[in-house]
């Protein structure tokens, strides 16, 4: 979203403002009145002064002083109390310093502070920061983007380019005009103890694109970038903070490994070099440190790169250059040399005053401090008095762009036996996680399936708590959170970390790392059938690593670095996506998430109308979740929230997520076959009936003249009571199906049901809705499977899957609570159903129906439509074949919309059982409580809606008439629509 042209007129005349700008104050007072009429007017001008006439207006006012003084960038924290800051005001007052560098503070300091400076400043202040990663590398409480090499090994130019405006936002809305970065170090020595994951990687033409894409996008914010440290800072042993590092290649491995990627942002447009503290005896071979020495900027990186912007020193005080020359000394060193900006100078005041009487000796020029003056002015006017406009990202779209790095990023290192992603998990699994701030990687797992998870903080509790446990599982996930990527303390690997290796008992092992890799070069990796790295230990990163091993997305990260021998630069192995849904968001496709936001309004609207208490919405948009939301109560006493994890109703949704999908799994195994009549499955029940020849096909398409449904519950109320004939309060011996709560029916009267459903004369053989057939689809499934459907759908379909919220008979499974209540029913069992099935021959089977009774959060429910999206695959798992999927879920007659056990749209395509712009291909399944769940192969939509619109009174019809359900897919395809024009 780029700024308005007011909000930018009062940015800039705020700053303006701000100084005190007597000589132009003429110049500026018609733009101030027009500011005044912003709110009569729609544009509104402010006359700029041009920058040549801007820069020449202060130079010409300026003492050879107050020139020098702007060469000064001097360190600032807006943490340390008002004693600093008056020490401050007086640099920017009585030594009119040209800049400060800040370091140590928060974000809700830095404006007042940053005002307080500006207003006693004759010329703007020029701020800069260290922001290689966003202003968290300085400020506390913010949140950062990724490492660079993070960004390297994602190997996405035009995500570092995204990532550096974002950089540039924070640095803009803070008051930072310019941030130095990025660092254009090719990272050579993996030893390098300063360089390391700050620079891109190891190699120079990859490192040369993302320094290009990193300038262009914080220049193109109007954020000034400085890339650093020429001549290139890569290849050293030694940290410059604390001693001189000696770089000791030769010039043409200089030219060929370190040059391009400063030639690459200095082609890009960066405003300025910093200048790094080294000996390099190939370039300058006198020793002198490369911050102090003419060779290595006049005729390198002046000369030779052809560089004219701003050159920068790297902080004075570092002890390759303070322990070396003196205070005063080194800040005219490094002036002489050709820095135009000394940064971080110990001595301001005898600093100036040295330059000073330099010029006044004639050792150096008056013109040559104009000049480079001029240089400093001109860099003030495009930062401060007339910037760019620039990009504003929200919260979302951040999120995104992190998102995104980590997982391209994300790289994995080997994978045996492919034993990532994970298939199944009808296996049990032990997530043990080592370190510090872990909580993200279990509830990105707990997304997708449940993992048993422990957290330590070191080995040693770890193999204490654990002793044999890990015995018991069949694979076993170690995460190692380090708390530094630097080389330091084992890169932040916990201690024992290779006891805790080399004691894993046999099993499917893998490793996820969160840190720098070269903290494994030496490790033993055999113990690992996987190993996965993720660079950081940021929460997102551990998002992601989370629905990676899981199998939402596919691996393409590289080491931006060699580790050892064997895992070299570019290395890394690709794994693909198995089909499982990513968790996601809208920005990710291009989705607009204001669109996607009508939803809210609709289901409010529901909620407000007395539609239903609350709901739950998840939506899928090419294997990618991008709306997965709960909405309002369970009731209407507005006691409990719905929650994501809340379990509803799913009413006949059953038929497809239960039935059907059963009958798929048999079919792909040749056990069923839906052309065959129902004596070739059941002659046991029906030989001898008119039921014995009906089609499977036309049962499952409701079309073999079956009636609608039967109320097999009045034949056994006695003056509107349950009978004692057929319930008990308690379960007996004979009275052994739960109905309801307190109340259990005779195991008997189901064969009853069946005999009543015989009995009823068959009508004409067209479509009529009917879920009479589903209680024979029930007795074909346990029959051919030789289980009971509860068990085969949980042990064949939703536990390998990972399906935790998908269950018949909720109670054995989910607390009360978590179960949203139907229909208070006063005509049937006397109370409110909670936790049983609401529809009554269901529920007087058991709760186990083939047409009705399966309970599910919109989540898992989104998971099954995937596999059914997928053909039959997820997971990396193929639970039924494509062919078989395709048959079922196509129409099965011409004049008949029906799929076999799937609606399908009306066939005159003006919706009803859908939104009309979906495809004829797609298909899904209502429920009466107040669901539905609807995919689309054609545009590659999923979407689930549950509801309990039939608490307290099934007769409360306005969700229909609301049309609430189909509103809300219509949202969805408007919103798809949109992205893909």
Same mark, same amino acid.
């Given at each position: #979203? =780029? ?223 400085? =890339? ?36 690459? *942002? ?403 195994? *040749? ?81 009853? #049901? ?26 074909? =499934? ?62 007087? =089977? ?65 919706? *009803? ?48 008439? #609301? ?19």
């Amino acid at each position: #979203m =780029i700024k308005t042209r007011t909000s930018r007129i009062f940015e800039c005349m705020n700053k303006i403002l701000s100084f005190r700008y007597f000589a132009l104050f003429g110049l500026l007072f018609s733009g101030i009145i027009s500011l005044s009429l912003a709110f009569q007017t729609k544009e509104v001008e402010v006359k700029v002064p041009s920058q040549s006439n801007w820069v020449n207006a202060q130079l010409d006012k300026m003492t050879l002083e107050q020139k020098i003084g702007q060469f000064f960038m001097v360190a600032a924290y807006s943490n340390r109390g008002e004693a600093h800051y008056q020490h401050l005001d007086s640099l920017v007052t009585e030594q009119q310093v040209g800049g400060m560098i800040f370091f140590q503070g928060q974000r809700i300091n830095m404006k007042t502070i940053l005002n307080r400076f500006q207003s006693k400043a004759e010329i703007p202040l020029l701020i800069g920061m260290d922001a290689e990663w966003g202003v968290q590398m300085r400020l506390f409480g913010e949140d950062r983007f990724p490492y660079n090499y993070t960004l390297g090994a994602a190997n996405d130019p035009e995500l570092t380019r995204t990532v550096s405006k974002m950089i540039a936002q924070e640095c803009r809305e803070i008051g930072i005009h310019m941030n130095f970065a990025p660092v254009a170090d090719v990272n050579s020595n993996p030893n390098n103890p300063v360089i390391g994951f700050r620079s891109f990687g190891e190699s120079p033409i990859e490192v040369a694109a993302h320094v290009k894409a990193a300038v262009e996008g914080m220049e193109s914010q109007g954020v000034l970038t400085s =890339i650093k440290h020429f001549p290139g800072h890569g290849d050293t042993g030694t940290d410059s903070h604390y001693d001189l590092p000696v770089v000791e290649n030769s010039f043409t491995q200089i030219d060929a490994i370190d040059f391009p990627p400063f030639r690459a *942002g200095i082609r890009a447009g960066t405003a300025s070099v910093m200048i790094a503290h080294l000996s390099v005896p190939a370039i300058d071979s006198t020793g002198t440190p490369s911050s102090l020495s003419p060779i290595v900027i006049k005729d390198y990186l002046q000369g030779q790169l052809g560089f004219k912007g701003l050159v920068i020193s790297d902080a004075l005080n570092m002890k390759a250059v303070a322990d070396r020359y003196g205070k005063t000394e080194v800040v005219v060193k490094a002036f002489e040399a050709g820095c135009d900006i000394l940064l971080f100078p110990e001595s301001v005041e005898d600093a100036i005053q040295a330059i000073k009487a330099k010029v006044e000796a004639g050792d150096i020029e008056l013109n040559e401090i104009d000049t480079r003056c001029k240089k400093v002015l001109n860099a003030k006017y495009k930062a401060i008095i007339n910037p760019k406009s620039y990009e504003s990202y929200n919260e979302y779209e951040i999120e995104l762009a992190k998102r995104q790095v980590y997982e391209k990023a994300l790289t994995v290192l080997k994978n045996e036996n492919e034993t990532l992603p994970i298939k199944r998990f009808d296996q049990r699994i032990a997530h043990v996680s080592i370190g510090t701030n872990t909580s993200s990687l279990n509830k990105s797992m707990d997304l997708v399936a449940p993992i048993d998870h422990f957290h330590f903080y070191s080995v040693e509790e770890a193999q204490r708590r654990l002793k044999d446990t890990l015995d018991d599982y069949d694979m076993i996930i170690t995460a190692f959170h380090s708390n530094t990527v630097r080389s330091r303390n084992d890169y932040g690997l916990p201690n024992n970390w290779k006891k805790w290796i080399s004691d894993l008992p046999d099993k499917k092992n893998v490793l996820a790392f969160f840190g720098n890799p070269l903290g494994l070069k030496d490790a033993n990796l055999s113990k690992f059938q996987s190993v996965v790295v993720a660079y950081e230990n940021h929460s997102v990163a551990q998002d992601r690593v989370g629905q990676f091993l899981m199998g939402t997305f596919a691996s393409s990260g590289e080491l931006p670095m060699t580790m050892n021998e064997t895992y070299k630069r570019g290395f890394g192995v690709k794994v693909e996506w198995s089909g499982r849904l990513k968790e996601s968001q809208p920005e990710e496709l291009g989705i607009s998430r204001q669109k996607m936001l009508e939803i809210d309004r609709i289901v409010q609207s529901g909620i407000d109308e007395g539609a239903f208490p609350g709901c739950q919405v998840v939506v899928a948009v090419e294997g990618k979740v991008i709306w997965r939301k709960s909405y309002g109560y369970h009731t209407y006493a507005k006691e409990r929230e719905v929650q994501n994890t809340d379990v509803y109703d799913i009413a006949s949704i059953t038929k497809i997520a239960g039935s059907t999908s059963s009958l798929m799994v048999l079919d792909s195994e *040749g056990k069923f076959d839906l052309s065959a009549r129902l004596k070739e499955y059941l002659p046991e029940l029906t030989d001898s009936t008119a039921y014995s020849n009906l089609l499977l096909k036309d049962m499952l398409a409701h079309q073999a003249g079956l009636s609608p449904w039967i109320p097999f519950y009045t034949k056994t109320l006695k003056e509107g009571q349950p009978s004692d004939e057929w319930y008990a309060p308690m379960k007996s011996e004979l009275m052994n199906v739960p109905v309801a709560n307190n109340l259990w029916i005779n195991a008997a009267y189901t064969d009853t #049901m069946y005999q009543r459903i015989l009995r009823t004369p068959l009508k004409s053989r067209r479509y009529k809705y009917s879920d009479l057939g589903y209680y024979f689809i029930k007795k074909i =499934i346990e029959k051919q499977s030789g289980e009971k459907m509860e068990d085969f759908t949980l042990n064949h379909l939703y536990k390998p899957m990972g399906l935790q919220y998908l269950r018949y008979t909720p109670l054995e499974y989910f607390p009360k609570r978590q179960i949203a209540p139907t229909e208070d029913d006063q005509i049937f069992r006397k109370q409110l159903v909670h936790g049983y099935v609401h529809d009554p021959g269901a529920a007087m =089977i058991g709760g186990v129906g083939g047409h009705a009774g399966l309970f599910s959060n919109a989540s898992d429910l989104a998971a099954i439509m995937q596999l059914f999206l997928n053909k039959g695959s997820y997971g990396g798992t193929q639970y039924m074949q494509p062919e078989v999927v395709a048959k079922y879920t196509k129409q099965q007659y011409s004049r008949n919309r029906r799929g076999a056990g799937f609606d399908k749209p009306k066939l005159d395509g003006k919706g *009803g059982t859908c939104y009309k712009g979906a495809s004829m291909a797609s298909f899904g399944h209502s429920g009466f409580t107040g669901t539905v769940a609807w995919v689309d192969p054609v545009n590659q939509v999923n979407y689930v809606f549950l509801s309990n619109r039939v608490y307290p009174d099934a007769e409360n019809w306005k969700l229909v008439k #609301m049309n609430t359900r189909t509103e809300i897919q219509r949202v969805i395809y408007e919103a798809v629509q949109q992205a893909k024009r």
